[in-house]
């Protein structure tokens, strides 16, 4: 745990003495920039494995900043933000963001959200020993590699999405509960949220569905869960 490194953005000094100090505490190395254009120099240079990254920057906004490390990097990025609608949400989602806290936060939260986020990469990097593919009609996971192709196009997805569609496709014809993915993705600390689960699920809606509201691949069972749905 403690070999990894943070890259921590955020220009609010009591903020950012909060972070840090919470990081030096259970043994993070970490590196700091106040500014947007200072992390995207930050990520290139120091090749962190995390970044705690705030949307109000006084250059660029985050988003652009999640745009810009994306372009490049896939780098696990986890929202720490004052904005709390869901289409801020969305958006820093869409860019390329892999998780969202909302400020206020505590303590205990964000270190859950960083543990997370570490077994979610091991994961991954476990994965790619896999040499099984899954394909559905357009759809192709090949676990070996870890990408999506759709129509023979790759997906870019973030680790999120890519383990919820993962999920969903070991499971092909079940309905699983919000809870069961919510434990099997994010584990039991995340097991209230779906209101999370939701806007995860449309930013992956949107990449995989030409029209979501006719589902071709995830189907909605409302109240309940969600379905991957076998394409004959």
């Known amino acids: 745990m403690s070999k990894f490194q943070i890259l921590v953005v955020e220009d609010d000094a009591p903020i950012r003495s909060l972070i840090t100090t919470t990081l030096k505490a259970h043994d993070y190395r970490f590196v700091v920039s106040e500014t947007g254009e200072g992390a995207v120099m930050e990520t290139a ?8 990254l705030d949307l109000g920057l006084p250059d660029i906004d985050g988003v652009e900043v999640i745009s810009r490390i994306r372009s490049w990097s896939n780098v696990p990025i986890i929202v720490i933000s004052a904005r709390s ?3 801020d949400k969305i958006d820093a989602l869409d860019a390329g963001a892999d998780d969202y806290l909302t400020k206020p936060f505590s303590v205990d939260e964000l270190l859950a959200r960083l543990r997370v986020t570490q077994r979610r990469l091991a994961l991954m990097q476990s994965n790619t020993t896999q040499q ?8 192709k996971i090949d676990y070996a590699s870890g990408c999506v192709y759709l129509g023979g196009e790759e997906m870019r997805l ?7 569609l993962c999920l969903l496709a070991r499971n092909t014809g079940k309905v699983l509960t919000h809870k069961f993915i ?4 994010w584990g039991s ?7 999370s689960l939701r ?18 691949y995830i189907q ?9 749905l076998k394409i004959e």
């Open 85 to 87: 609608e869901d289409s």
């Open 132 to 139: 099984s593919t899954y394909e559905n009609g357009q759809l």
């Open 220 to 228: 909605t069972h409302i109240g309940i869960g969600y379905r991957m």
């Open 158 to 164: 973030t680790p999120i999405e890519y383990k919820l």
């Open 182 to 185: 919510l434990q099997n993705v």
């Open 45 to 52: 240079s120091h090749n962190p494995d995390i970044i705690l």
């Open 189 to 195: 600390s995340w097991e209230k949220d779906v209101g």
């Open 199 to 216: 806007v995860f699920m449309a930013t992956l809606r949107k990449k995989l569905e030409k029209a979501p509201g006719s589902p071709q």
